[in-house]
Every structure is written in structure tokens, then in C-alpha cells.
């Protein structure tokens, strides 16, 4: 059980354009009405060229749901073709941005320098980070997972100041369990997630260390949401594929019944 305000976002990852999106949307904001939203903060991470009409949407129906990027580009501004800076996001109005999700770092080569420089932009934008990690299979098998993980937290938020730490947002996401259907066991999930907050706390100190949400993503459904949302340091899910149908989501934002 969590004293921290829960966060579920979904990740929609390179799926729905924007006509399907705003589909998504609206249907979410119907299917939220069922929904205590004052107990959990919903977030949706559509692809770029679907945010302006999720902000015209939310805006429009006055939605319970806050948006953002699933990466921003480490720079400002200039001559880096095909890059859309934080502060084009946050003209938007997005709250989030996704850094360093495995599929970044896999498909993109980004690197705990590359993701710690994202994490600097995206604050100096204005948006809040978050900052995705977690361990592939053979580092899990081999029993590295904590170190592997807590490797990739501390190259994220090197150099951050302490109000900066206390903002941002940890997902702790198995490489394994990311599509897969295989969601780690709750006590999995809790072992790394207590332990980024152990590396916080020797960080950044208590105030810091109590306040970081810290989610956990691979595989989370509407059936094993609450299970997951037991443990003490799970604050919230990071959602792929569950996040692309209106209901699911809505009954994970729901989770406490
Ligand atoms: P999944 O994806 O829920 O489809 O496993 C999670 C993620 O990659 O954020």
C-alpha cells in the first residue's frame, strides 16, 4: 500500500494515429466517469503526431487524464532532423515524457548518458521524466537484475538537484516481461522497486526517497493490477499493450474497485 497519489500510464507505443487515438481518448474519458480519478492519476503516452488532438480532446471534455511523449530529443533546439524537442512537448501541454524505454535503448542504442542527458531536457522544459529501467533476461537469470537496474537509475538522474529528484517518475520495467504476458511476481516487482527507493533514499535522502513514484511495467492487465498494487514500493503501472483498449485501462486506473 502506497501514501503516494498511484500513477497509471499507458504506453501506446508506435500504435493508433491520430484519428484512432482520439477515439482512444474520448472513450477512456467516458469509460473514467465509472472511476474515482481523485484516488489515481491516469496518464497516456500517445505517439507525437497524435498530442495536439489528445490536448484538444482533454481540453475540450475537461478530461481526468494528463498526457505526454514516449521520448523527447536531449537538445533544445536546431538542426537534429526528426527530433521534437521538450519544449515543443510542453507547448502542447504535456505533464510526462517517457526517457530511456528498453525499446529506446535496444532499438536506438540510447545509453545511461544518452537517457541522463533526456532526463536534464525534459526538466528543463518543464516536463516531468519517466525514467524507464529494468534488466534483460540473462542478467535476471544470472542474478543481476538489482545491480543492472540500479545501474541505469543512477545514470539517469546523475547530476539532478534534489527538487528535480523529487519529481520524477521511475518505471521499473523487466525486459522480459515487456509484451511477453509474463508479468513478474508482485514480490519481483517489490525487490526492485524497494530497492530504487533504497538508492534514492542514500542519494537524495528521505523527503526525496518517500515522495518518487516508482511503477512497475511488463504485462500489467485490469487481473493482475491490484496483486501488484499491494506492495509497498509499486506506486503505479507503466501499460503497453492494456492501454489501447478504453475499458482495460480504465479498469486498471480502477484497480481498487
Ligand atoms: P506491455 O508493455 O504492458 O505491453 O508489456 C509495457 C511497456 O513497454 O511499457
Given at each position: 500500500?502506497?501514501?503516494?497519489?498511484?500513477?497509471?500510464?499507458?504506453?501506446?507505443?508506435?500504435?493508433?494515429?491520430?484519428?484512432?487515438?482520439?477515439?482512444?481518448?474520448?472513450?477512456?474519458?467516458?469509460?473514467?466517469?465509472?472511476?474515482?480519478?481523485?484516488?489515481?492519476?491516469?496518464?497516456?503516452?500517445?505517439?507525437?503526431?497524435?498530442?495536439?488532438?489528445?490536448?484538444?480532446?482533454?481540453?475540450a471534455g475537461k478530461l481526468p487524464i494528463?498526457?505526454?511523449?514516449?521520448?523527447?530529443?536531449?537538445?533544445?533546439?536546431?538542426?537534429?532532423?526528426?527530433?521534437?524537442?521538450?519544449?515543443?512537448?510542453?507547448?502542447?501541454?504535456?505533464?510526462?515524457?517517457?526517457?530511456?524505454?528498453?525499446?529506446?535503448?535496444?532499438?536506438?542504442?540510447?545509453?545511461?548518458?544518452?537517457?541522463?542527458?533526456?532526463?536534464?531536457?525534459?526538466?528543463?522544459?518543464?516536463?516531468?521524466?519517466?525514467?524507464?529501467?529494468?534488466?534483460?533476461?540473462?542478467?535476471?537469470?544470472?542474478?543481476?537484475?538489482?545491480?543492472?537496474?540500479?545501474?541505469?537509475?543512477?545514470?539517469?538522474?546523475?547530476?539532478?538537484?534534489?527538487?528535480?529528484?523529487?519529481?520524477?517518475?521511475?518505471?521499473?520495467?523487466?525486459?522480459?516481461?515487456?509484451?511477453?504476458?509474463?508479468v513478474a511476481t508482485p514480490e519481483d516487482?517489490?525487490?526492485?522497486?524497494?530497492?530504487?527507493?533504497?538508492?534514492?533514499?542514500?542519494?537524495?535522502?528521505?523527503?526525496?526517497a518517500d515522495a518518487v513514484r516508482v511503477?512497475?511495467?511488463?504485462?500489467?492487465?485490469?487481473?493482475?493490477?491490484?496483486?501488484?498494487?499491494?506492495?509497498?514500493?509499486?506506486?503505479?503501472?507503466?501499460?503497453?499493450?492494456?492501454?489501447?483498449?478504453?475499458?482495460?485501462?480504465?479498469?486498471?486506473?480502477?484497480?481498487?474497485?
Amino acid at each position: 500500500m502506497t501514501t503516494r497519489t498511484p500513477l497509471m500510464a499507458g504506453n501506446w507505443k508506435m500504435n493508433l494515429d491520430w484519428k484512432q487515438g482520439l477515439a482512444l481518448v474520448e472513450e477512456l474519458g467516458e469509460q473514467l466517469k465509472e472511476v474515482d480519478t481523485s484516488l489515481v492519476e491516469t496518464v497516456v503516452l500517445p505517439p507525437f503526431v497524435d498530442l495536439r488532438t489528445v490536448q484538444v480532446a482533454v481540453d475540450a471534455g475537461k478530461l481526468p487524464i494528463a498526457y505526454g511523449a514516449q521520448d523527447l530529443s536531449a537538445h533544445e533546439s536546431g538542426a537534429y532532423t526528426g527530433e521534437v524537442s521538450g519544449s515543443m512537448l510542453k507547448a502542447l501541454g504535456c505533464t510526462y515524457v517517457a526517457v530511456g524505454h528498453s525499446e529506446r535503448r535496444q532499438y536506438h542504442g540510447e545509453d545511461e548518458q544518452v537517457t541522463g542527458a533526456k532526463v536534464k531536457a525534459a526538466f528543463a522544459a518543464g516536463l516531468i521524466p519517466i525514467l524507464c529501467v529494468g534488466e534483460p533476461l540473462e542478467e535476471r537469470q544470472a542474478g543481476r537484475h538489482v545491480e543492472h537496474t540500479l545501474a541505469q537509475l543512477e545514470g539517469g538522474i546523475d547530476g539532478l538537484n534534489a527538487e528535480q529528484a523529487k519529481q520524477i517518475v521511475i518505471a521499473y520495467e523487466p525486459v522480459w516481461a515487456i509484451g511477453t504476458g509474463e508479468v513478474a511476481t508482485p514480490e519481483d516487482a517489490q525487490e526492485v522497486c524497494s530497492a530504487i527507493r533504497g538508492a534514492l533514499r542514500s542519494l537524495h535522502g528521505d523527503e526525496v526517497a518517500d515522495a518518487v513514484r516508482v511503477l512497475y511495467g511488463g504485462s500489467v492487465k485490469s487481473s493482475n493490477v491490484a496483486e501488484l498494487m499491494t506492495k509497498q514500493d509499486v506506486d503505479g503501472a507503466l501499460v503497453g499493450g492494456a492501454s489501447l483498449k478504453a475499458e482495460e485501462f480504465a479498469k486498471i486506473v480502477g484497480y481498487q474497485g
